[in-house]
C-alpha cells in the first residue's frame, strides 16, 4: 500500500463570493492562505507618529553624498504595518551600480479561483499532483485553463470551475508511466485515486498592485494571492523534477560525496513584493540526495566501504547482524528512515518507506504463513523470488510493517535527504555550492532560459509574464563610510578605518589589555606536540599576546599531557589544582591542545569545564593550527582569550558612531536568537539566548542562556532573561564607567531567527516582556526592535569594476530601494568583505522604535556594530550581539555533564523531555557570567 503522509493544513480566506470589489479592502481575520504570512493589517504597534520636528526625514548627514534612489514608493498615510512604516530612505555613502538575483513580473488584474483539494488517501505531494494532472485529462470540457496545485491541500484555477455545485470528487486511475504496459489480464486492477475540489476563495488580484504602490496594508487578501502567484511559478518544474517547498533540483552536475549522498544542483523561486512591482527572486539551491541504485550499495557508501562492493560473501557478512554492532545498526536505521524504495524482483514498482531495519537476518525472522511457520528468506523463494544471502538485515516496508531482504531493495533516483548534513561532509556541500558573484549570476540566467517561462502552460493560463530577456534587475545601491576603530594607548595609529571589511593587529595595542600572571596548558595529543613544540609554543603565545598590550607574568606555565580517551573534566581539573599547588593561585587561564581530528567531545567537555562546573577561562587551539603559527596568528588567540578575562578589544571611535557616544542618550545593545534540533531530531529541546552590551560603546558583552520546547521559536524565558543582561549593563556601567544615571535612555533590540511570518507573533509575545523587564527594573528606555533575517535568497553583483578581491560588493554596501517591501521599513546590508563564493546580505526589518530613527541613522549603527565582533579583525555578517546570540546558542549542549543522555523512549511526551533537561541542564558559572566566555 502506499505511504501516506498527512496532507497540509491549508487554511482559507474570505468565503467564496465575498471577494472585496475591486480596490476595497478585504474582510479582516481570516486565517492567511496555506504557506502565506499572517495578515498585517493591524494597526501600527505602538510606535509614536512621525515626523515631529528634527530634520526631514531621508536627509542626508554631515558630508553624506546624496544617491539617486532606484525604484521609490512612499506608502499612503492609510496604509498600515506590521511593525514600521518606512520613514524615508538612506542617503549617506556613495552610488554602486549592481544586479540582484530578480527579474520583473507583470500579472494582470484578474480573479483567481482557489479550491481546496482534498486527497482522502494522503499521497506524497508528487503523487497528488500526478493524480491532479490526471484528472484534467479525463474532464478536459471542466479543466479548460491548467490547474495550478500545490501538492497538498490548496488548488487555482484561472477560471470558475463547472463542478455542478460548490464541490465534486473526481476518480481517476493514473496511466503507467514512461510508456509502460497496460495491466496483464487476471492481474490486479489498477488503484483508483480520488480527488475531492471545493469552492473555496476568489482571489482578486487587484489588491496586489495597490499594495505594491504603497496603497494597500498587508492583509490576508494580498498573502493568499502571492501564495497562488509562487503556485502557478512552480507547478511546471514540480512535474518535471524533484523538489522542497521553493526549490527544484536536475541531476546534472550531480556529486557523490560518500556516506550514501549525492548532491544535486536546483533553482529557487519566490514571487516577492516591491516597490511599484512584483518581481521573481531567482536564485542556485543545493541539496542532499540519497544515493540511488541497490540499497545494499547505499549501505556500503553510508559507512564508506564501497571497497567490499565487488566481494558479495564480504559484504552480506558486513550487513548482517553478525558482521555490524547494535550502534552502527541503529546509525544506519536513523540514516534510512523514510527513505522509499522499491523492489523489482517482486514486480512492484510502488515507492515504499523504510520504517525500520531488523535486528535478526533474513534466515532468523519467522512468521506465520499459510498455516505454517517460515523465515523471511522462505517466504520469498516460495513466492518465486530468488534471495542470495539471507544472512543480510532486512528493512521493515510502509504502514504494513513488510520485512524484506536488503539485497531486494533498489533506491529510486532523486530523492531529497531531509536531515542534517553531517559534518564531515560540510567541506564538500561548501565546494559543491561555493560560485563567485558573476558565475552565480551567469548560472541564475541559464536557470531563467531552463525554466522558460514564457513557454509555461501555468504562467499562460494565469495570464502572468515574467521578463528575463533583459537579465537580473539592476539597480543602484550605496556603500556607507566605513566606521573608525579606536585601539589602546601605544598603537602606533590609535584609530583605524577597515578596508574591504578588514584590518590587522600590526602595531595596536588593545584599548583593555588584562594582566595574565597564572596560565598553564593542558595537551590532548602529545604525539605531535612534544618538548620542542611545547617551548615554542610558551614563547610565541607570550610573545604574541604581550604585542597586544596583555601583561603576561607568567613565561613557564605549567604543561600537562592528558589522554584523550579519559575523563576530560577530571583531567583539567587535576591540572589545575596541581598548577594552583606550584604557583599558590588558581589559573586565570587553561589553553588546551586539541587533535587536529576526532575532538568534538573533547571540545564540548572542555567547555563545560571551563564554562559551568569550574569558572575558568578555557581556549582551545588546534595542534595543527598553533604549532609553527606566526605572531599573527597568537596576536589572534590573544584577542579571544582578552575579552574572556574582561578585557576590550577595540571600540568604535565616537565621532564615527554619535549613537552611542552621546553621554544623555546612553544605550544598550541587545540580541536574541533560538536554536532548534537537527531536522529529524525528536524530544530535543530549543536553546535560547540574549546578549546584551554592558559599556557605552557596545564593545563589551554579556549573555544568558536557557532552553525550551524544541522548535518554538517564541522566546518564553525572555523577560527574565532582558531582565538579567540589564542589570548587568546598570552594574557595569555603575561601577566601571562610573555613570551617575547607568540606566540605558535607549534599548535596540536585534532579533535574530524569524521568518517574515513571524513578525506579529514577536510584537505580540516578545516586545511585551521586554518592556515589562524595563518595567521590573524601574526603568523606561525607548525600544527599538529589529529583525535580522539571514536565510534569504537575495544576491548582489557589482557591476563594471566596483567589486573587491573577491568579486563581491565592498563591505558596506546596503540597499533600500527597488526590491525592498512597499511599505515597511527594510533593508538589504554586505557588510564584511568577500571571502569564499557570493556573500549574502543580512535583510534588517524594524518591527517596533521609539526612538524615531532616521533611516540613516539605524542603518549605520548596524554596520558599525558589525565591526566589534572581538574575535576577528574583520568586519561580520551581521551585527556583533546578534553573531553572539547565535554562539550562546549553538554552546548550549555545553551546559550538560559530558557524555549526558536523557532515556527518550517514543511514549514520553515533548514537555516531559523537556523537563527531564531543564533538570539535568546548568547555569553558567558565577565567575563567568560577566565575562565574554563566548568569544
Same mark, same amino acid.
Given at each position: ?31 492567511? /492562505? ?169 482571489? &482578486? ?21 502571492? /501564495? ?69 550499495? +547505499? ?31 541503529? !546509525? ?69 510493517? /513488510? ?171 587535576? %591540572? ?72 576590550? $578589544? ?32 525528536? $524530544? !530535543? ?12 560603546? %557596545? ?41 551617575? &544615571? ?34 521590573? +527594573? ?6 527599538? +526592535? ?33 526590491? =525592498? ?35 540613516? /541613522? ?11 565582533? %572581538? ?31 536523557? $532515556?527518550?523512549?517514543? =511514549? ?28
Amino acid at each position: 500500500m502506499p505511504p501516506r503522509t498527512a496532507p497540509g493544513r491549508g487554511q482559507r480566506g474570505a468565503p467564496r463570493g465575498s471577494s472585496p470589489a475591486r480596490g476595497a479592502s478585504p474582510a479582516r481575520g481570516a486565517s492567511p /492562505a496555506r504557506g502565506a504570512s499572517p495578515a498585517r493589517g493591524a494597526p501600527p504597534r505602538g510606535a509614536p507618529a512621525r515626523g515631529r520636528g528634527g530634520p526631514p526625514r531621508g536627509a542626508p548627514g554631515p558630508g553624506a553624498a546624496a544617491v539617486a534612489p532606484g525604484n521609490v514608493v512612499s506608502p499612503a498615510g492609510h496604509v498600515s504595518a506590521v511593525g514600521v512604516k518606512r520613514p524615508g530612505h538612506g542617503t549617506m555613502g556613495r552610488p554602486i551600480d549592481l544586479q540582484v538575483n530578480c527579474y520583473p513580473v507583470d500579472a494582470p488584474n484578474i480573479t483567481v479561483f482557489q479550491y481546496d483539494a482534498i486527497d482522502p488517501d494522503r499521497l506524497p505531494a508528487r503523487a497528488n499532483m500526478d493524480v491532479m494532472k490526471q484528472v484534467e485529462q479525463d474532464n478536459p470540457t471542466i479543466f479548460t485553463k491548467s490547474m495550478a496545485y500545490d501538492g497538498r491541500k490548496i488548488a487555482y484555477s484561472a477560471i470558475d470551475l463547472p463542478l455542478g455545485g460548490t464541490s465534486r470528487t473526481f476518480e481517476v486511475t493514473l496511466a503507467p508511466k514512461n510508456g509502460g504496459t497496460a495491466p496483464k489480464p487476471g492481474s490486479r486492477p489498477p488503484r483508483v485515486y480520488r480527488l475531492k475540489l471545493t469552492q473555496a476563495v476568489m482571489i &482578486n488580484t487587484d489588491v496586489l498592485h495597490r499594495y505594491v504602490a504603497g496603497q494597500q496594508s498587508l492583509d490576508t487578501a494580498i498573502s493568499t494571492g502571492l /501564495a497562488a502567484y509562487n503556485t502557478i511559478i512552480r507547478m511546471e518544474p514540480n512535474m518535471r523534477y524533484p523538489f522542497n517547498v521553493r526549490s527544484f533540483f536536475t541531476p546534472e552536475g550531480s556529486r557523490r560525496i560518500g556516506g550514501g549522498i549525492e548532491l544535486w544542483r536546483g533553482f529557487f523561486q519566490s514571487i516577492r513584493p516591491g516597490p511599484g512591482r512584483l518581481f521573481l527572486n531567482l536564485d542556485i539551491a543545493s541539496c542532499m540526495m540519497y544515493r540511488p541504485g541497490p540499497l545494499v550499495e +547505499l549501505c556500503l557508501d553510508f559507512f564508506e566501504r564501497m571497497d567490499l562492493a565487488r566481494n558479495t560473501t564480504q559484504t552480506a557478512q558486513f550487513l548482517s547482524p553478525n558482521g555490524m554492532g547494535e550502534r552502527d545498526r541503529l !546509525r544506519l536505521q536513523k540514516f534510512l528512515t523514510n527513505l522509499r524504495v522499491t523492489v523489482p524482483a517482486t514486480t512492484r514498482e510502488k515507492k515504499r518507506p523504510i520504517r525500520k531495519i531488523s535486528d535478526r537476518s533474513a534466515t532468523n525472522i519467522t512468521f506465520e504463513y499459510q498455516g505454517r511457520n517460515i523465515t523471511v528468506a522462505q517466504y520469498f523463494q516460495l513466492t518465486g523470488t530468488q534471495v542470495r544471502f539471507p544472512q543480510m538485515f532486512c528493512v521493515e516496508l510502509g504502514s504494513g510493517g /513488510a520485512l524484506v531482504p536488503l539485497e531486494l531493495c533498489e533506491v529510486p533516483a532523486g530523492q531529497i535527504m531531509k536531515k542534517q548534513l553531517p559534518s564531515d561532509k560540510t567541506k564538500d556541500m561548501v565546494a559543491f555550492s561555493t560560485q563567485k558573484p558573476f558565475e552565480r549570476f551567469r548560472s541564475i540566467e541559464a536557470g531563467a532560459r531552463l525554466l522558460q517561462y514564457g513557454q509555461s502552460t501555468y504562467i499562460r493560463d494565469f495570464g502572468m509574464s515574467i521578463n528575463t530577456g533583459n537579465g537580473p534587475l539592476q539597480l543602484q545601491a550605496r556603500i556607507l563610510p566605513t566606521p573608525q576603530l579606536q585601539y589602546g594607548r601605544g598603537s602606533k595609529d590609535m584609530t583605524v578605518v577597515p578596508r574591504d571589511g578588514k584590518w590587522n593587529m600590526a602595531d595596536k595595542k588593545l584599548v583593555n589589555p588584562v594582566a595574565i600572571n597564572h596560565w598553564l596548558i593542558v595537551t590532548f595529543e602529545s604525539r605531535r606536540f612534544r618538548d620542542q613544540a611545547q617551548q615554542d609554543l610558551v614563547r610565541n603565545l607570550v610573545g604574541g599576546f604581550r604585542s597586544t598590550g596583555i601583561v603576561m607574568e607568567d613565561d613557564r606555565p605549567i604543561i600537562r599531557s592528558a589522554n584523550p580517551q579519559g575523563n576530560v573534566v577530571a583531567q583539567l581539573r587535576e %591540572a589545575g589544582q596541581a598548577s594552583f599547588q606550584t604557583k599558590k593561585s588558581p589559573p586565570q587561564l587553561i589553553v588546551v591542545i586539541l587533535p587536529d581530528h576526532g575532538n568534538t567531545d573533547i571540545y564540548t567537555a572542555v567547555k563545560h569545564f571551563g564554562d559551568v562546573a569550574q569558572g575558568v577561562a578555557t581556549q582551545c587551539l588546534k595542534v595543527g593550527k598553533c604549532v609553527g603559527a606566526n605572531i599573527q596568528y597568537w596576536a589572534n588567540v590573544a584577542l579571544k582569550a582578552n575579552v574572556k578575562l574582561g578585557g576590550i $578589544n577595540c571600540t568604535p571611535a565616537p565621532r564615527a558612531v554619535p549613537l552611542l557616544s552621546d553621554p544623555a542618550n546612553s544605550c544598550i545593545i541587545m540580541g536574541a536568537d533560538v536554536q532548534h534540533p537537527a531536522p529529524g531530531a525528536e $524530544n !530535543r529541546p530549543s536553546f535560547t539566548a540574549v546578549v546584551g552590551s554592558v559599556d557605552q560603546m %557596545a564593545s563589551k558583552y554579556v549573555a544568558t542562556s536557557a532552553l525550551q520546547v524544541g522548535r518554538q521559536e517564541l522566546i518564553d524565558d525572555l523577560q527574565e532573561m532582558t531582565k538579567e543582561i540589564l542589570t548587568q549593563h546598570m552594574g557595569y556601567r555603575k561601577a566601571r564607567e562610573k555613570a551617575a &544615571n547607568p540606566a540605558p535612555k535607549k534599548l535596540i533590540f536585534f532579533r535574530d531567527g524569524v521568518s517574515e511570518g513571524q513578525f506579529g507573533q514577536v510584537l505580540e509575545h516578545e516586545l511585551p516582556l521586554i518592556r515589562a523587564a524595563c518595567v521590573e +527594573l524601574g526603568i523606561r528606555p525607548a525600544i527599538t +526592535l529589529l529583525v535580522v533575517i539571514k536565510r534569504h535568497h537575495i544576491r548582489m553583483n557589482p557591476l563594471g569594476n566596483n567589486g573587491d578581491r573577491s568579486g563581491n560588493c565592498p563591505a558596506g554596501t546596503i540597499l533600500d530601494t527597488g526590491i =525592498t517591501n512597499p511599505v515597511e521599513f527594510d533593508w538589504y546590508l554586505q557588510s564584511h568583505g568577500g571571502l569564499l563564493g557570493t556573500s549574502r546580505p543580512a535583510h534588517y526589518e524594524v518591527l517596533y522604535d521609539d526612538s524615531r530613527f532616521s533611516a540613516d /541613522a539605524i542603518q549605520s549603527l548596524s554596520f558599525a556594530l558589525c565591526h566589534v565582533y %572581538a574575535r576577528a579583525t574583520r568586519s561580520v555578517s551581521i551585527p556583533a550581539p546578534v553573531y553572539y546570540a547565535d554562539i550562546v546558542c549553538a554552546r548550549g549542549k555545553h551546559h550538560f555533564e559530558p557524555g549526558f543522555a536523557v $532515556n527518550l523512549s517514543d =511514549t514520553i511526551s515533548q514537555a516531559a523531555s523537556v523537563d527531564a533537561y531543564k533538570d539535568a541542564y546548568k547555569q553558567i558559572h558565577p565567575s563567568q557570567k560577566k565575562m565574554m566566555f563566548f568569544s
